[in-house]
């Protein structure tokens, strides 16, 4: 990967110059980057950042908590008030 120019610092390792974006370290020489990305610490973060990432929703999913959809309580009921709303609009027009 290309190597990322940093703003000296020097309260961290190397300056700041050397860090590993993946593991969101600081190395003190870039040979001491390159041995790192040769570590086995280093191979399983990427291969933990190549796997998909839970969602909110997956892990509600998981723990059971869906969330269900019901049925109106008085389907009827809410037919009835559209029916007379639109009756009301419709008589108010005929007496216009």
Known sequence: ???RVFKFDDDLPGGGQFYCVET???FISADALQKHRKSRFYKRRL???KEEQYTQGVSDEAAGKTKEVLPPAHPGLEKG????AAAEETSAMDEA
């Open 1 to 3: 990967s290309k190597a």
């Open 24 to 26: 969101g370290k600081h």
């Open 47 to 49: 291969q933990e950042l």
């Open 81 to 84: 008030r559209r029916r007379g």
